[in-house]
């Protein structure tokens, strides 16, 4: 089993920075695609960013583009989603899961779940 602890949420103020971490305990994910996901208060939960095993593929729902970086270390277990420029409509639970096989970036097939971190912009 792995185990997801997501860490680095908090308050910010619109136009300010926040950097989540999502560390894993357990079994090695260095071979997992993670993900990002948030549900906004009476919003369905939604793929915000991945990022396959090795690094090399990323995907960004097109809200955040520009603006969110995701970034792994497999060497330390964890990864990170770098968010600059927040606005309002970013304030949600956001939750690190992590997948098994070959790299695609939809959001289904998530196998494992952290239990989530609040973000909140004020405007």
């Known amino acids: 089993q792995v185990q997801l602890v997501e860490s680095g949420g908090g308050l910010v103020q619109a136009g300010g920075s926040l950097r989540l971490s999502c560390e894993a305990s357990g079994r090695s994910f260095s071979h997992y695609t993670m993900g990002w996901f948030r549900q906004a208060p009476g919003k369905e939960r939604a793929l915000v960013s991945s990022?396959?095993?090795?690094?090399?593929?990323?995907f960004y729902a097109d809200s955040v583009k520009g603006r969110f970086t995701i970034s792994r270390d497999n060497g330390k277990d964890l990864v990170y989603l770098q968010m600059n420029n927040l606005n309002a409509a970013d304030t949600a639970v956001y939750y690190c899961a992590a997948r098994t096989g070959n790299w695609n970036f939809g959001q289904a097939d998530y196998d494992y779940w952290g239990q989530g971190t609040q973000v909140t912009v004020s405007p």
């Open positions: 990022i396959s095993w090795s690094g090399a593929f990323t």
